[in-house]
């Protein structure tokens, strides 16, 4: 059983940097993906950074140039997030799946991923 352990939420002013960890567990190899979602009171949750198993990463247009997505060998996934902006605010989910086609074809779509975590708040201001 796969399980997704978040870190590094917070608060920061707009122009700020915060780092996300992921710790995951229960992978049975390499090959996941791995992704960050940002939900907000009322919105869906959104897709904003995904890596896959070999280090191909996937980015929002509203992130994109802002965050940095990465992987260590110890299956921990970061978000290292730059530039904030008020409208970064919410909470950041950690997500996985194996590589089936759907997450092939759509990194940062909610329903291609089967794992979860359970999520850590940011909040920046201005």
């Known amino acids: 059983q796969v399980q997704l352990l978040e870190s590094g939420g917070g608060s920061a002013q707009t122009g700020g940097s915060l780092k996300l960890s992921c710790v995951a567990s229960?992978?049975?190899?390499?090959?996941?993906?791995m992704a960050w979602f940002r939900q907000t009171p009322g919105n869906e949750r959104r897709g904003i950074a995904a890596?896959?198993?070999?280090?191909?990463t996937y980015y929002d247009g509203s992130v994109k140039g802002r965050f940095i997505i990465s992987k260590d060998a110890k299956n921990t996934v970061y978000v290292e997030m730059n530039g904030l902006k008020p409208e970064d605010t919410g909470k950041y989910y950690c997500?996985?799946?194996?590589?089936?086609?759907?997450?092939?074809?759509?990194?940062?779509?909610?329903?291609?991923?089967?794992?979860w975590g359970q999520g850590t708040q940011v909040t920046v201001s201005s």
């Open positions: 229960g992978l049975n190899d390499d090959t996941y993906y």
């Open positions: 997500a996985a799946a194996p590589p089936r086609e759907e997450v092939r074809d759509f990194p940062l779509m909610v329903a291609a991923y089967t794992s």
């Open positions: 890596i896959a198993g070999n280090g191909k």
